[in-house]
């Protein structure tokens, strides 16, 4: 079955002929299985089609902790409005891959601890690049016009809190210190993100990925 949801994500982008390259972004809430996802349709894409298939981590985007500074440090709010650099992701990655851009692309401007930056110099990108990206808060008004194709992975708060914590207390003190950032940081700040943006009804294709080995498309085969 999961095999089947690759195929039919790879069956609508290689449909696509836009005349740029195609800009695919995967969104969904932390703990989603948006990186495994990704990686896995980029792999799909590799064996289907000779053309070239960029996998870029939205994660690589993060504002540098140092500008996080209008809302308090481990707020939802700056969780949602600061942590990654919209600007960055727009103007770096998607304008220069969309219509009249000059294909001059980055994959990455900030290590994942938001610390230190990133120069990945500038990319070429010929026209039938297929661009595969992952990440949070990707259909924020300024991100959402220029994906070709955005899918969003359904999963529900307990979901998330189960996975995250099991994911996370290998990085921190110990699975209670990961549960209580997601209860106060990344659960309130996605909420924020559900409330502006509603992201799975502004999606192409909306995926149930409660079970990562079978996940089922909701909306948009």
Not at 16 to 38: E, N, Y
Not at 87 to 104: K, N, T, V
Not at 116 to 121: A, E, N, R
């Amino acid at each position: 079955m999961r095999q089947r949801v690759l195929d039919v994500l790879a069956d609508r982008i290689l449909a696509q002929r836009l005349g740029h390259p195609t800009r695919v972004g995967i969104d969904g809430h932390s703990a989603a299985g948006k990186t495994t996802l990704a990686d896995a349709l980029a792999d799909t894409l590799r064996a289907r089609t000779a053309r070239p298939v960029a996998r870029v981590m939205i994660d690589h985007f993060k504002r540098h902790v140092d500008r996080r500074t209008t809302y308090p440090a481990g707020s939802p709010e700056s969780y949602y409005f600061e942590m990654f650099d919209v600007d960055a992701i727009r103007d770096e990655l998607l304008i220069p891959l969309g219509p009249g851009g000059d294909r001059r692309y980055r994959t990455q401007v900030m290590d994942l601890s938001g610390r230190t930056p990133i120069d990945s110099g500038l990319h070429h990108a010929p026209d039938d690049l297929i661009l595969v990206a992952d990440g949070g808060f990707l259909q924020k008004p300024a991100l959402s016009p220029h994906w070709d194709l955005c899918v969003y992975l359904h999963i529900g708060p307990d979901d998330v809190l189960r996975r995250g914590t099991i994911r996370d207390q290998a990085w921190m003190t110990s699975a209670e210190a990961a549960a209580t950032r997601y209860r106060t940081y990344y659960l309130p700040g996605e909420q924020l993100y559900l409330a502006d943006v509603h992201p799975a009804h502004r999606a192409d294709i909306v995926v149930d990925n409660r079970n990562f080995a079978a996940p089922r498309i909701l909306r948009g085969e």
